[in-house]
């Protein structure tokens, strides 16, 4: 007998009701309160009572049934141990990282020493066809118009009359940016010295012809302070994540 996604959850569902009934809130506080985080993506605090006692009351079984399986079942289980030992270094990292701040000035002596950049990058729209043949007439078509806005206007036309790719055919063939570095070494020589409003033609090997059109190019710079903040903080968080798991292994 085929077992179908349907048939599991109704048989999660039975076996959550063969436990306990009862609407008392039997848990940890704290754990109910994660639990309504990490599976509903919502404040337990915030939820009106109805909704507290579900939620109390679906996280009383749920652990119950796991307490049960962890002792009678899934004890000595290899997956379950490896998945607890990633999740508890998931867990961990996250909350070691989320506790470290850095004042503004850490972060200003982190950017004069590093002073980050912001990678060269094309803004991208894209129609993918078939037939050479055809893509040669779009080409022809778009090449010809050389007003921006009805170049813009006929490609965003031509996308929702021609693209293949699924992907973006429902944004008007919208890529949005790219960095210059990310891409490999045939397209950024089919791109360098393009700028906005450009009309490039690559074929794809086993996929047909692709039609760009470069609406921006921005070329590298120096970031910011502000535009550098985030990836600033989240380095610093990383160097003490890092430091405090070689203190753990070697034993400090």
């Not at 970031?223 to 400090?252: C, H, M, P, W, Y």
Request: net charge positive; glycine share 2%.
């Amino acid at each position: 007998m085929k077992i179908t996604k349907l048939s599991l959850i109704t048989a999660s569902v039975l076996l959550f009701s063969s436990l306990n009934a009862e609407t008392a809130i039997n848990a940890n506080q704290a754990e109910i309160e994660s639990y309504s985080l990490q599976k509903y993506r919502v404040n337990y605090n915030t939820q009106t009572e109805p909704a507290k006692i579900s939620i109390a009351n679906e996280y009383n079984q749920t652990s119950k049934l796991a307490d049960y399986l962890l002792k009678e079942n899934m004890k000595n289980d290899s997956d379950l141990a490896v998945a607890t030992k990633l999740v508890t270094l998931e867990i961990w990292a996250q909350k070691l990282m989320s506790k470290i701040n850095p004042t503004n000035d850490e972060i200003k002596k982190v950017y004069d020493i590093e002073k980050p950049m912001i990678n060269a990058r094309y803004s991208l729209r894209n129609i993918l066809v078939k037939d050479e043949v055809v893509a040669n007439k779009l080409f022809s078509t778009l090449t010809s118009i050389k007003d921006t806005a009805k170049r813009s206007s006929k490609f965003k036309e031509l996308v929702r009359l021609n693209s293949l790719d699924e992907a973006t055919k429902n944004k008007e063939g919208q890529i949005g940016f790219v960095e210059e570095a990310k891409l490999d070494k045939v397209l950024q020589d089919l791109f360098r010295g393009k700028k906005g409003n450009d009309i490039v033609k690559i074929s794809v090997p086993n996929g047909g012809t692709q039609i760009f059109l470069v609406e921006e190019y921005q070329p590298s710079k120096q970031a910011t302070i502000e535009e550098s903040k985030q990836f600033i903080v989240n380095a610093i968080r990383q160097k003490a994540l890092t430091t405090e798991i070689d203190k753990i292994l070697q034993g400090k």
